[in-house]
C-alpha cells in the first residue's frame, strides 16, 4: 500500500471514529470458536415421545386441552395419564434424565416456571470466578455452566445430541416456559447438536427466552418468545440452523438474532455454496428491531414478516467478540419489511426502563432499547458485505426503506490500517417493491435510501425514490454489475457527525443523545441543522464584511456575494428537511459555489493568492454539488466535501486577515474609490478652446490662499 493509500486510510479511520464504540456490548459471551460445518439440519421426528412432562393438577390440565380438536384432546388426556405415572413435573428434570442421542421429551400443556431452578446461587455456585460483561452479569466457561446450570439459566441443556423437545397443545401457548424475570434465559441449549424445538412459548427473562449456542444442528419451529430485556431467539456461532414458523415480541433488542453465524462464505462473491441459517415464515414485531445480526453470515431469510418494530432488519459489525466480523453474505427475500415506526426511547426518558424488569410493563407494550439504530428504518446494515436484498416489500417506514453506513475496524477490536475501510462494500438492493404493499395500494417511506456514500461496489434499483445522497450507484441485471458506482474511504462528513451524536446513547444510565432525531429533536434542534447555520452564520459574516471592505465597488462581486447568501440560506433550509430532501441542498451549494467562484475571480486582480484558492474553494463546491445531484464521482477515495470543508476552514482565516489589513474600498477590484467622472459636454460651445482669462482665472482660483486677507 502506498504512502498516500496509507493517509487515506488513516483519515478514513480517524473519521469514522466520530461513531464511538457504542457503550454496551449487543451480547456478550464466552469465546467460542465457529463449528466445523460437518453437521446437518435435524429433522423432525413423529414416533412416541421418550419422556413425558406435565404439572400434576388434573382439573387445571383438563381445562387447558377442553377446546382441543377430539383427537387432540384424546391424546393428551392419554400421555396425561403416562406422565402422572412415569414423567416429571419440570422440564429440566426431564433433561436431566437424557442419557442417549435422539431422544424426544413431549411437553404437555400448562404453566412451567421451573420451581427448582428458580433460586439464587448458592455455595460455590455463588463464588464463581468469572469476568462480568458491560451488562452486570457474569460470563461464565461452559465448565462453569455445567457446574452451576442455573444461575443464569432456567433451563439448561449442555451437551445433550439430537434432543427433540415438542410441546403437545393445540397452540404454541398452550405450553409456556416462564422465568418470571429471575434468569437471563428461559432455555439455554449449549453444544448441543441437532437440537430440535417445537411448539411452545418461553418468556421473562432478563436477556433472551431462546438461546441456541456453538451448535452444529438446530431447528427452532412454530416456537413463539416474548418480553425479554434483549432477545426471544439468540443463536450464536452456529451452523446447519433452521428458524421457521416462529414469532417474537416485546424484546428489548431483537426478536429474531442469528448472530455469528457460521461464516462459511467468507471470500465468495454472490454466488456461494450454502447458507448456514435459514429463517422462513417468522413474524417479529413490537420489539426494537425484527431481526439483528451482528456478524450475521450467511444467513438466508425469505418469506418473514417484520413489522411495527422501531427498525425491521439490521446487520452489523460493531460489536467486538464475535467471530466471522465483518459481516457478509446475508439474503433478503420475498419479505414483508413495514411500518416499523415504533418510539420505545420514551420508556428510557421517563425512567420506565429503570424500574426492575418485573415492574416495567412488557406484557403490556413497554419495550426498553438496549442500543442506538435509527427509528423508521426498514433494512439497516451497519458494516457489512456481499448482502443481498432482493424481492422484498418495503414500505410504511417514516425514515428509510434502506440504511447503510460504514463501520472501521477498530471498533470491533481490529486496529491494522488495511482494515479500517473494509465495510460496507458489494451490497445489492435490487427489485425490491418500494413504497408499496402486496395489494398495490401507495404506502411510501419517508426515503428510500439513507447512505453514508462509504465503500465501493454498492448498488441501488433504478426506481428508488427520495434518497440521500440524491444520486446513487444503479444496479444492472446481473449480480455484480454496476453503473455510477463510487469506492470512497469515509463517508460524508455531516453524515459521520449525525452517527457521533446518536451512538452516545446508554439504556442504563438513561441518556439520550441531544441534538439526534433518533430520539426525537426535531429543526433547529438537530445536530445537522445546527452544525450548518454555525457554518452558514461564519460564512455570512466573514463573507458580508470582506464584500464591504473590499468588494463592493465591484458589481460583479455584489451579485455573486447576493448569490452567495440565498446558497447560505437554502442549505440551512435544506438541512431541516431530513431524508426526504429535494435538490434543495444542491443547490444551496451551485449558488455558494458560484458566489466563492465570482469573488474568487476579483480578488485575483489585488490578491492573487486568496483569489485563485476562493476559486477553487468554489470548484469543489460546484463539484459537490455535481456529486449530490447529478452522478457521484468515481475514482476518488474521498467525496468534494471534506476537501472542500478543510480548503473552506483555511480560506476563513485568510479572508479574516484579508479584511483586516487597512485600504479602501475598491482596493481589491481596481475600481478607484474618490476619482470624479468626468462631465460631459453639454453645449457646442463647451468643446472650444479655454479663453486666456478663464485660463489665468482659474489658475487663480487654484491658488493657495495663506490668510482670510490674501485676497484684498
Same mark, same amino acid.
Given at each position: 500500500?502506498?504512502?498516500?493509500?496509507?493517509?487515506?486510510?488513516?483519515?478514513?479511520?480517524?473519521?469514522?471514529?466520530?461513531?464511538?464504540?457504542?457503550?454496551?456490548?449487543?451480547?456478550?459471551?464466552? %469465546?467460542?470458536?465457529?463449528?466445523?460445518?460437518?453437521?446437518?439440519?435435524?429433522?423432525?421426528?413423529?414416533?412416541?415421545?421418550?419422556?413425558?412432562?406435565?404439572?400434576?393438577?388434573?382439573?387445571?390440565?383438563?381445562?387447558?386441552?377442553?377446546?382441543?380438536?377430539?383427537?387432540?384432546?384424546?391424546?393428551?388426556?392419554?400421555?396425561?395419564?403416562?406422565?402422572?405415572?412415569?414423567?416429571?413435573?419440570?422440564?429440566?428434570?426431564?433433561?436431566?434424565?437424557?442419557?442417549?442421542?435422539?431422544?424426544?421429551?413431549?411437553?404437555?400443556?400448562?404453566?412451567?416456571?421451573?420451581?427448582?431452578?428458580? %433460586?439464587?446461587?448458592a455455595g460455590e455456585c455463588a463464588r464463581l470466578k468469572a469476568p462480568d460483561s458491560q451488562l452486570g452479569y457474569q460470563i461464565l466457561s461452559y465448565a462453569q455452566q455445567e457446574r452451576c446450570p442455573h444461575n443464569q439459566n432456567l433451563v439448561a441443556i449442555l451437551g445433550k445430541k439430537n434432543l427433540q423437545i415438542?410441546?403437545?397443545?393445540?397452540?404454541?401457548?398452550?405450553?409456556?416456559?416462564?422465568?418470571?424475570?429471575?434468569?437471563?434465559?428461559?432455555?439455554?441449549?449449549?453444544?448441543?447438536?441437532?437440537?430440535?424445538?417445537?411448539?411452545?412459548?418461553?418468556?421473562?427473562?432478563?436477556?433472551?427466552?431462546?438461546?441456541?449456542?456453538?451448535?452444529?444442528?438446530?431447528?427452532?419451529?412454530?416456537?413463539?418468545?416474548?418480553?425479554?430485556?434483549?432477545?426471544?431467539?439468540?443463536?450464536?456461532?452456529?451452523?446447519?440452523?433452521?428458524?421457521?414458523?416462529?414469532?417474537?415480541?416485546?424484546?428489548?433488542?431483537?426478536?429474531?438474532?442469528?448472530?455469528?453465524?457460521?461464516?462459511?462464505?467468507?471470500?465468495?462473491?454472490?454466488?456461494?455454496?450454502?447458507?448456514?441459517?435459514?429463517?422462513?415464515?417468522?413474524?417479529?414485531?413490537?420489539?426494537?428491531?425484527?431481526?439483528?445480526?451482528?456478524?450475521?453470515?450467511?444467513?438466508? !431469510?425469505?418469506?418473514?414478516?417484520?413489522?411495527?418494530?422501531?427498525?425491521?432488519?439490521?446487520?452489523?459489525?460493531?460489536?467486538?467478540?464475535?467471530?466471522?466480523?465483518?459481516?457478509?453474505?446475508?439474503?433478503?427475500?420475498?419479505?414483508?419489511?413495514?411500518?416499523?415506526?415504533?418510539?420505545?426511547?420514551?420508556?428510557?426518558?421517563?425512567?420506565?426502563?429503570?424500574? %426492575?424488569?418485573?415492574?416495567?410493563?412488557?406484557?403490556?407494550?413497554?419495550?426498553?432499547?438496549?442500543?442506538?439504530?435509527?427509528?423508521?428504518?426498514?433494512?439497516?446494515?451497519?458494516?457489512?458485505?456481499?448482502?443481498?436484498?432482493?424481492?422484498?416489500?418495503?414500505?410504511?417506514?417514516?425514515?428509510?426503506?434502506?440504511?447503510?453506513?460504514?463501520? %472501521?475496524?477498530?471498533?470491533?477490536?481490529?486496529?491494522?490500517?488495511?482494515?479500517?475501510?473494509?465495510?460496507?462494500?458489494?451490497?445489492?438492493?435490487?427489485?425490491?417493491?418500494?413504497?408499496?404493499?402486496?395489494?398495490?395500494?401507495?404506502?411510501?417511506?419517508?426515503?428510500?435510501?439513507?447512505?453514508?456514500?462509504?465503500?465501493?461496489?454498492?448498488?441501488?434499483?433504478?426506481?428508488?425514490?427520495?434518497?440521500?445522497?440524491?444520486?446513487?450507484?444503479?444496479?444492472?441485471?446481473?449480480?455484480?454489475?454496476?453503473?455510477?458506482?463510487?469506492?470512497?474511504?469515509?463517508?460524508?462528513?455531516?453524515?459521520?457527525?449525525?452517527?457521533?451524536?446518536?451512538?452516545?446513547?446508554? !439504556?442504563?444510565?438513561?441518556?439520550?443523545?441531544?441534538?439526534?432525531?433518533?430520539?426525537?429533536?426535531?429543526?433547529?434542534?438537530?445536530?445537522?441543522?445546527?452544525?450548518?447555520?454555525?457554518?452558514?452564520?461564519?460564512?455570512?459574516?466573514?463573507?458580508?464584511?470582506?464584500?464591504?471592505?473590499?468588494?463592493?465597488?465591484?458589481?460583479?462581486?455584489?451579485?455573486?456575494?447576493?448569490?452567495?447568501?440565498?446558497?447560505?440560506?437554502?442549505?440551512?433550509?435544506?438541512?431541516?428537511?431530513?431524508?426526504?430532501?429535494?435538490?434543495?441542498?444542491?443547490?444551496?451549494?451551485?449558488?455558494?459555489?458560484?458566489?466563492?467562484?465570482?469573488?474568487?475571480?476579483?480578488?485575483?486582480?489585488?490578491?492573487?493568492?486568496?483569489?485563485?484558492?476562493?476559486?477553487?474553494?468554489?470548484?469543489?463546491?460546484?463539484?459537490?454539488?455535481?456529486?449530490?445531484?447529478?452522478?457521484?464521482?468515481?475514482?476518488?477515495?474521498?467525496?468534494?466535501?471534506?476537501?472542500?470543508?478543510?480548503?473552506? !476552514?483555511?480560506?476563513?482565516?485568510?479572508?479574516?486577515?484579508?479584511?483586516?489589513?487597512?485600504?479602501?474600498?475598491?482596493?481589491?477590484?481596481?475600481?478607484?474609490?474618490?476619482?470624479?467622472?468626468?462631465?460631459?459636454?453639454?453645449?457646442?460651445?463647451?468643446?472650444?478652446?479655454?479663453?486666456?482669462?478663464?485660463?489665468?482665472?482659474?489658475?487663480?482660483?487654484?491658488?493657495?490662499?495663506?490668510?482670510?486677507?490674501?485676497?484684498?
Amino acid at each position: 500500500m502506498s504512502w498516500t493509500r496509507r493517509l487515506l486510510v488513516v483519515l478514513a479511520a480517524l473519521a469514522a471514529a466520530l461513531l464511538a464504540a457504542p457503550t454496551a456490548q449487543a451480547h456478550e459471551e464466552r %469465546p467460542v470458536e465457529l463449528p466445523d460445518g460437518t453437521g446437518s439440519v435435524p429433522v423432525h421426528r413423529t414416533g412416541e415421545p421418550d419422556l413425558l412432562v406435565c404439572k400434576g393438577d388434573r382439573a387445571d390440565f383438563e381445562r387447558r386441552v377442553a377446546a382441543f380438536p377430539a383427537r387432540l384432546r384424546d391424546r393428551n388426556l392419554e400421555l396425561f395419564d403416562r406422565c402422572l405415572e412415569s414423567g416429571f413435573r419440570h422440564l429440566q428434570q426431564a433433561v436431566d434424565a437424557v442419557d442417549r442421542p435422539g431422544m424426544n421429551i413431549a411437553v404437555l400443556p400448562g404453566l412451567y416456571e421451573e420451581e427448582p431452578s428458580l %433460586p439464587e446461587p448458592a455455595g460455590e455456585c455463588a463464588r464463581l470466578k468469572a469476568p462480568d460483561s458491560q451488562l452486570g452479569y457474569q460470563i461464565l466457561s461452559y465448565a462453569q455452566q455445567e457446574r452451576c446450570p442455573h444461575n443464569q439459566n432456567l433451563v439448561a441443556i449442555l451437551g445433550k445430541k439430537n434432543l427433540q423437545i415438542e410441546g403437545t397443545g393445540a397452540e404454541r401457548t398452550d405450553v409456556v416456559i416462564d422465568a418470571k424475570y429471575r434468569k437471563l434465559n428461559a432455555i439455554r441449549a449449549d453444544r448441543s447438536d441437532g437440537v430440535y424445538f417445537k411448539n411452545f412459548t418461553a418468556q421473562r427473562t432478563t436477556f433472551n427466552s431462546l438461546y441456541v449456542l456453538a451448535q452444529d444442528g438446530f431447528v427452532i419451529d412454530d416456537v413463539l418468545t416474548r418480553w425479554n430485556d434483549e432477545y426471544g431467539f439468540l443463536t450464536f456461532a452456529s451452523d446447519h440452523g433452521l428458524y421457521k414458523n416462529c414469532e417474537s415480541y416485546g424484546n428489548g433488542d431483537s426478536g429474531i438474532y442469528p448472530g455469528s453465524a457460521s461464516n462459511i462464505n467468507d471470500g465468495y462473491g454472490y454466488d456461494v455454496p450454502r447458507y448456514s441459517i435459514e429463517i422462513t415464515g417468522c413474524r417479529s414485531h413490537h420489539n426494537m428491531v425484527g431481526y439483528s445480526g451482528t456478524a450475521g453470515d450467511s444467513v438466508y !431469510v425469505h418469506d418473514n414478516e417484520f413489522d411495527h418494530n422501531m427498525g425491521g432488519a439490521s446487520m452489523d459489525s460493531a460489536f467486538p467478540g464475535h467471530p466471522g466480523l465483518p459481516q457478509n453474505h446475508a439474503r433478503f427475500e420475498r419479505n414483508l419489511i413495514h411500518d416499523n415506526n415504533a418510539d420505545y426511547y420514551r420508556y428510557v426518558a421517563d425512567g420506565t426502563c429503570a424500574k %426492575p424488569p418485573v415492574e416495567r410493563g412488557y406484557e403490556d407494550g413497554v419495550v426498553c432499547p438496549q442500543i442506538s439504530m435509527p427509528p423508521g428504518s426498514g433494512i439497516i446494515t451497519a458494516g457489512g458485505n456481499w448482502n443481498l436484498y432482493e424481492n422484498n416489500w418495503i414500505y410504511g417506514h417514516r425514515r428509510t426503506a434502506f440504511y447503510l453506513s460504514a463501520v %472501521p475496524a477498530f471498533i470491533r477490536g481490529e486496529d491494522a490500517l488495511s482494515k479500517q475501510a473494509d465495510t460496507s462494500h458489494h451490497n445489492r438492493y435490487a427489485d425490491n417493491h418500494l413504497g408499496k404493499d402486496r395489494a398495490g395500494n401507495s404506502r411510501p417511506n419517508g426515503a428510500d435510501v439513507w447512505w453514508d456514500g462509504q465503500g465501493g461496489g454498492n448498488c441501488w434499483q433504478a426506481d428508488t425514490g427520495a434518497s440521500s445522497p440524491r444520486t446513487l450507484p444503479t444496479c444492472g441485471a446481473e449480480r455484480g454489475a454496476v453503473s455510477g458506482g463510487s469506492d470512497r474511504l469515509v463517508g460524508e462528513p455531516v453524515k459521520l457527525a449525525q452517527l457521533m451524536v446518536c451512538a452516545d446513547y446508554n !439504556v442504563q444510565a438513561r441518556r439520550l443523545p441531544a441534538g439526534c432525531d433518533w430520539y426525537g429533536a426535531r429543526g433547529i434542534e438537530r445536530v445537522e441543522t445546527q452544525a450548518t447555520l454555525a457554518i452558514s452564520v461564519v460564512l455570512a459574516l466573514v463573507g458580508g464584511v470582506l464584500w464591504w471592505r473590499r468588494l463592493r465597488g465591484s458589481r460583479s462581486a455584489t451579485v455573486v456575494t447576493a448569490l452567495g447568501a440565498i446558497g447560505l440560506v437554502l442549505d440551512v433550509a435544506g438541512s431541516t428537511t431530513g431524508l426526504a430532501s429535494s435538490y434543495v441542498p444542491a443547490l444551496a451549494l451551485l449558488l455558494t459555489g458560484v458566489w466563492w467562484t465570482g469573488i474568487g475571480l476579483v480578488l485575483r486582480r489585488g490578491r492573487p493568492w486568496l483569489g485563485w484558492t476562493t476559486v477553487v474553494l468554489g470548484a469543489l463546491t460546484l463539484l459537490d454539488a455535481l456529486d449530490k445531484a447529478v452522478f457521484m464521482i468515481p475514482w476518488i477515495p474521498l467525496g468534494p466535501a471534506w476537501v472542500r470543508g478543510l480548503l473552506g !476552514v483555511v480560506w476563513v482565516v485568510w479572508a479574516v486577515i484579508a479584511t483586516a489589513r487597512h485600504g479602501g474600498r475598491g482596493e481589491d477590484t481596481g475600481t478607484p474609490e474618490t476619482a470624479p467622472a468626468p462631465e460631459a459636454p453639454t453645449a457646442p460651445e463647451a468643446q472650444t478652446a479655454p479663453t486666456a482669462s478663464a485660463t489665468a482665472t482659474e489658475r487663480a482660483a487654484k491658488a493657495p490662499r495663506t490668510s482670510e486677507g490674501d485676497g484684498a
